[in-house]
């Protein structure tokens, strides 16, 4: 029986939560490594605190029809209630005691993408985000499901506006191209039987909840995939779960996510895809089936993936006990490392891992956590949040999931050497 050493713990916990945490970790150190995982998996539910005020969307999408004019207006109020949201967002972030399922819910955020700049509907993408959250380790079928009835994905997508008179191919072709089959596994005749099956799927004027429109419904039979019928949208998702290739799609993205991003092993992902399709779409044995592969734990799988623009300044104060930015300022700093919450920079969301560094996001990243590390460490974020009193050996452990770079601090002290590992190009990678 493999029981977790401090390395393995730190693993299991960074590439999981928000930042490898002290506490979380040596709760773990020693455990057999089955029993870790479903520790991480199973934690206690931590929900976000109320919303903030959004406008209803029978105020914004009226102003943004009316015209020009109306359309700005709606636009200004969009971007001021957005920033709330995100706020929101990131201070759940910064709390929460359940950090896998909301590294989960960024992850479902990052494949289910919507954004502000295009729904001008706040309120729409906070359902959005509690739907993900509550399916975050869930069952994907009913996930994928729920959000083809989304309001903020059939605003975002224009699903909405697929009508029988003038079908809009958008949604069906991102629900084959990036939500289950992938490019190559279907054709653009497809695309178009998906966008008949989907037509007269709309939204309520009065209130912007999903409803059917059976007079805008094309009865046409066409050809999916190989089946011939009289389709709508739920079939149609239903013929695509059983695809094996949806379930391989769905797998590589988190084996990219959470054992490595440009190193596949092809036979090992359709094995855990086949139990995946098994399981009807379990996302949590799924997780439970990654995390207990021997390619989670090998050494050339760790410090292989680029933190996250969140990871970064959430997860390290998470981690450390400095005082954290103002919510307002952390809304900035996403904008700056290119990961504005609810706004995704197309509908692939966000590259990630090498694409989060460049020139100019390296510099805010070593200038916030330069900033950060000069801190005062009795304002802490947390009750009782201190330093590890443990060897220097030990604290590079857990601070760097590779060796340092540079040249660690001559001058003793605790502090300096952490701020040195701060500040090493190794902190980067998780």
Request: proline content about 6%; hydrophobic content about 40%; aromatic content about 10%.
């Amino acid at each position: 029986m493999q029981v977790l050493t401090f390395s393995d713990a730190r693993h299991l916990v960074a590439r999981t939560g928000l930042g490898a945490e002290w506490e979380t970790i040596q709760r773990l150190v020693g455990k057999p490594r089955a029993v870790a995982v479903d520790l991480v998996l199973n934690q206690p539910i931590s929900l976000p605190g109320a919303p903030p005020a959004m406008s209803p969307w029978n105020k914004l999408e009226p102003l943004r029809q009316v015209n020009p004019q109306g359309r700005k207006q709606a636009w200004v109020i969009a971007q001021q209630e957005g920033k709330l949201l995100q706020g929101w967002w990131l201070n759940h972030l910064i709390r929460t005691r359940s950090p896998v399922v909301e590294r989960m819910t960024l992850f479902w955020h990052g494949l289910f993408t919507s954004s502000i700049q295009k729904t001008l509907q706040p309120s729409f993408l906070y359902k959005q985000n509690v739907l993900l959250r509550h399916y975050a380790l869930g069952n994907f079928r009913y996930l994928l499901h729920e959000i083809a009835k989304d309001p903020a994905m059939l605003v975002y997508l224009d699903g909405h506006q697929n009508m029988r008179s003038s079908p809009n191919e958008n949604f069906a072709r991102e629900l084959l191209e990036l939500f289950t089959l992938g490019r190559g596994y279907y054709r653009e005749s497809d695309v178009k039987a998906a966008t008949q099956a989907f037509t007269g799927w709309s939204l309520d004027p009065n209130n912007g909840t999903f409803v059917k429109r059976p007079d805008q419904h094309s009865s046409k039979r066409v050809t999916f995939l190989g089946r011939t019928g009289q389709f709508d949208g739920d079939e149609i998702i239903d013929i695509l779960l059983q695809h094996p290739r949806t379930a391989e799609h769905i797998v590589t993205l988190l084996w990219r996510e959470f054992i490595n991003p440009v190193r596949l092993d092809q036979g090992i992902i359709r094995h855990l895809a086949q139990a995946f399709r098994q399981s009807d779409y379990d996302i949590r044995a799924l997780m439970r089936a990654l995390l207990n592969h021997e390619a989670f734990w090998v050494k050339y799988n760790r410090g292989t993936i680029t933190k996250s623009p969140i990871e970064i300044l959430i997860g390290t104060i998470r981690m450390v006990p400095y005082p954290q930015e103002g919510i307002t300022e952390l809304v900035n700093l996403c904008r700056l490392l290119g990961q504005e919450l609810f706004d995704p920079p197309n509908v692939k969301g966000w590259a990630g891992d090498q694409h989060w560094v460049n020139s100019q996001t390296l510099l805010v990243r070593t200038s916030y956590l330069t900033k950060l590390s000069r801190g005062n460490l009795n304002r802490r974020v947390f009750t009782g949040l201190d330093l590890p009193q443990t060897s220097n050996e030990r604290l590079q452990e857990w601070m760097l999931a590779v060796p340092a770079v540079n040249p660690l601090p001559r001058i003793p002290g605790d502090r300096r050497l952490v701020r040195g590992l701060l500040l090493d190009p190794a902190f980067q990678v998780v």
